[in-house]
């Protein structure tokens, strides 16, 4: 039996080879689609599950309740992992890790890197593979060092440089490390990536012991690996008392919480703040799923389509066969087989297609996928190929099993055939629908990212070229200055080159994401206020060119002679303030000496907060009681370039850069990439579903290719009638257009609200956002009817301008 079903189906792909070609093409890019999206999400979805115990394995977090305010953090305390481990046996392990910029140098090659400082059982809570050396060993020496193969090729010309030596930078003193051991790289599913590795002994180097015994400073992430068994949630009320006893002195019971959040929960969970590991957006793997789904969804609808428009010619072949002796079950095998097949085809084809593709779809999600034919895999396709033929077939083997033997050999179905005309309109609509919201969204997404990156920021972005210092651990005031003294050596070095039309320094520079954020109680008051600072020269607000609405510029001449400060309206307005006054306490000491006109110094996701740009960052640091920052505040030079000979301007700048501050890295980058770079993920996702939505509109404009030919070969005698009684080419085209126009509009009705849903709340992620304007559906709509137009009228056309005697002889 199943080797006549097989038989008579590809007998039916052969005769009908339009339509196949277009249920082959439609599921296959469906297919194909599912599984590169897929491969997407299930990475976003994996990581950190590659650990052999990551269901025991646990982030901690710390939530501060400070006079009504919570300062919550996934970085904790240094004396945090001491305290765990040495009062809890529950815990199998803890372990601490920091990391650290810092210059790297064997021989004369020298770059910056950045340096992962960890505690000695991270091999053993880690499933990093080791290639040399033994996981419980390699980090027993204060000066020893791990590295990756790529990092011993890079400074070695070794894969496996184990016992020689290599200098970092550390508190700017150059010491010997010794490398101790060889790992692979992480897996591109790991939260923790790597490629230097030293003790944690070293924190004493580059942090004070101040730093490492303070529940109030937070400086390393601390993650425990529970013993089998272990409830965290029991666990955690066991820390609660312990944790609250420890910091009595400082804040009262319950308003201190350390926490744990699971390895695998780090990755996609913007609810806990980013710590030293980057996050992604669960929306977004969701989304692309759905997307897959979707797509896969209008191949199937495809073959249902053609499959139920198909039925009239295929009723003799059921009443032949009904006569015959088939049973319904019988004729029902017989057409979920034809449906299978034909998707077993096209996840064959889909499948290839996905591996030709999957470079490609690498280098845009800047992913590094793998699609192996595996057992898994196999059966994964198996199940793929299955579920969308049973899916797709179902519905036209139960239509087209129910026709009367006699009727069907008159080559009639039903007694009416308007079930079967409501059901291929809403099949129709169905992919319209789909195409429609697709549509809408990213013609919005465009629209946002293009207003995102045209959106006047305040302040010149063009040619800026960025060089950041290396921490030296001179202290931060020391580094500071030194800052200063390079931007104004370079002035005097190249003032006379075209190139540039100015230098600055400043401790933070734009695209930089976590500016410093200081937070003090005004003493009598219980109340907690914070504002966001950056320590400038007096070159910095002229290079960026940022508006000075009332007071004046600060100036090398007072530097020495007291402490001033330039505030943004926003911090103005929230603290009253005003130009030759103070500011309010704690910070008396300071001088409003100007207000600048507002500035998006952080991302379009954020509303423009209060800041101060002073000359004494340390001293406002002191005066308030909070702090903290992502971008650390060490100095960064700013260079505007004319941007005639930028690779010239670059090569100049370098050599005196080299002379003038040898033991620091010309590492530079420019502040328009880094702007773009805070909406890469949106960025990503939007091209992505430019994509996507083009593959949707492929399909259903071959759906609705074949639909159209279908419903018009129906039609040939009434199209021949009507030209015999006088229609014109045009009247008939536009009565074979109107039918799907009409369908399109319905769709559109129906997609408005869902697109408009969809869209309002991913623009609501960013503070500042172009809104869902009315006219976009009007666009979508527009676009819609017209692909409609295109793809029926060849169809259209050619019956309209048919002889209609040829017409009027058709059986």
């Given amino acids: 039996m199943i080797r006549n079903y097989l038989k008579i189906t590809l007998r039916n792909l052969v005769r009908t080879k339009l339509y196949s070609a277009i249920n082959i093409a439609g599921l296959s890019i469906g297919v194909m689609t599912v599984i590169l999206l897929m491969l997407f999400v299930q990475d976003e979805w994996s990581f950190d599950h590659f650990h052999q115990n ?15 305010e919570i300062f919550f953090n996934s970085i904790s305390p240094f004396v945090l992992g001491d305290e765990l481990k040495d009062n809890f046996p529950s815990f199998e392990n803890v372990v601490r890790y920091m990391t650290l910029g810092s210059q790297v140098k064997n021989g004369e090659f020298s ?125 955690s009320k066991e820390v609660a008392p312990f944790i609250d006893d420890r910091v009595a002195g400082i804040y009262e019971a319950g308003e201190y919480i350390v926490g744990f959040q699971p390895i695998t929960d780090i990755h996609l969970n913007k609810e806990v703040p980013v710590g030293l590991v980057p996050v992604s957006d669960a929306r977004y793997p969701k989304i692309l799923g759905w997307v897959a789904l979707l797509i896969l969804l209008l191949g199937a609808i495809n073959f249902t389509t053609l499959a139920v428009g198909r039925s ?148 010149e972005k063009e040619h800026q070229l960025i060089i950041p210092f290396t921490q030296s651990g001179e202290g931060l005031a020391e580094e500071i200055e030194n800052g200063k003294q390079i931007a104004q050596r370079l002035r005097n070095e190249l003032g006379g080159n075209t190139d ?26 219980e109340q907690y206020s914070k504002f966001y600072a950056n320590e400038v020269d007096e070159e910095f607000i002229p290079l960026y060119q940022l508006k000075i609405k009332e007071g004046r510029n600060l100036s090398n001449d007072m530097m020495g002679t007291g402490k001033f400060v330039i505030v943004n309206d926003a911090y103005q307005k929230l603290f009253d303030v005003h130009v030759g006054g103070p500011m309010q306490s704690p910070f008396n000491a300071y001088t409003v000496l100007g207000i600048l006109e507002d500035f998006h110094f952080e991302s379009l996701h954020n509303k423009i907060g209060p800041l101060v740009l002073s000359n004494d960052l340390v001293g406002l640091i002191r005066n308030g009681g909070d702090y903290s920052f ?12 004319d941007g005639a000979n930028i690779p010239g301007a670059i090569s100049s700048l370098k050599k005196v850069w080299e002379r003038i501050a040898p033991e620091q890295a010309f590492e530079f980058s420019f502040v328009d990439d880094n702007l773009d770079r805070q909406y890469r993920a949106e960025a990503r996702l939007s091209f992505i579903l430019r994509i996507a939505t083009g593959l949707a509109i492929l399909i259903a404009c071959m759906g609705l290719f074949g639909i159209a030919s279908l419903s018009i070969s129906q039609r040939t005698k009434e199209i021949g009638v009507r030209k015999v009684l006088g229609a014109s080419a045009r009247g008939i085209f536009g009565m074979l257009s109107k039918e799907f ?53 060849y169809q259209s056309i050619k019956a309209a301008m048919h002889n209609p005697a040829d017409s009027l002889r058709t059986e």
């Fill in 54 to 68: 990551h269901d025991r394995i646990y982030r901690t977090w710390v939530k501060e309740n400070f006079q009504g």
């Fill in 111 to 235: 770059e910056q890197e950045e340096i992962h400082i960890v505690e000695n059982g991270f091999f053993e809570i880690f499933d990093f593979p080791v290639l040399m050396g033994k996981a419980d060993e390699m980090l027993s020496g204060m000066h020893q060092v791990v590295l990756t193969e790529e990092m011993g090729l890079k400074y070695f010309n070794d894969p496996s440089p184990v016992g020689q030596i290599v200098k970092l930078q550390l508190n700017g003193e150059w010491i010997d490390f010794t490398v101790s051991g060889i790992i692979k790289k992480a897996p591109s599913n790991s939260s923790i990536q790597y490629d230097f590795i030293i003790p944690l002994e070293n924190m004493k180097t580059v942090t004070s012991e101040g730093g490492r015994t303070s529940w109030t400073i937070v400086n390393v992430e601390t993650y425990v690996m529970t013993k089998p068994g272990v409830d965290i949630d029991q666990l």
């Fill in 312 to 459: 009239v010619s295929r009723a003799k072949e059921v009443g032949v066969r009904k006569v015959n002796g088939a049973t319904r079950q019988q004729l029902i095998g017989q057409f979920i087989s034809e449906s299978i097949l034909v998707s077993i085809i096209s996840v064959l084809i889909g499948g290839v297609l996905a591996r030709i593709l999957l470079p490609f779809f690498n280098q845009l999600a800047e992913k590094s996928l793998f699609f192996h034919m595996s057992f898994e895999t196999i059966i994964y396709l198996c199940g793929l190929a299955l579920v969308t033929g049973t899916v797709s077939g179902i519905y036209p083997a139960i239509v087209q099993s129910g026709f009367k033997p006699i009727r069907s050999l008159r080559g009639k179905t039903t007694k009416s055939g308007s079930q079967k005309h409501w059901v291929l309109k809403g099949l129709v609509v169905s992919q319209f629908v789909l195409s429609s919201v697709l549509i809408v969204c990213t013609l919005i997404m465009g629209q946002q990212l293009g207003f995102l990156q045209s959106q006047n920021l305040g302040f």
């Fill in 500 to 525: 540039f039309s100015g230098f600055s320094m400043s401790t933070h520079t734009f695209g930089a994401p976590g500016w410093s954020e200081i937070g003090y109680s005004e003493e009598g008051l």
């Fill in 630 to 641: 992502d971008d650390f505040p060490n100095p960064k030079i700013s260079a505007k370039m």
């Fill in 741 to 793: 126009i009409k369908l399109a509009a319905v769709a559109l009705v129906i997609a408005a609200p869902i697109a408009f849903y969809l869209m309002r709340e991913w623009l609501q992620d960013f503070a500042y956002n172009i809104g869902v304007k009315w006219w976009v559906f009007v666009v979508a709509g527009g676009l819609l009817i017209l692909i409609t137009l295109l793809t029926v009228s």
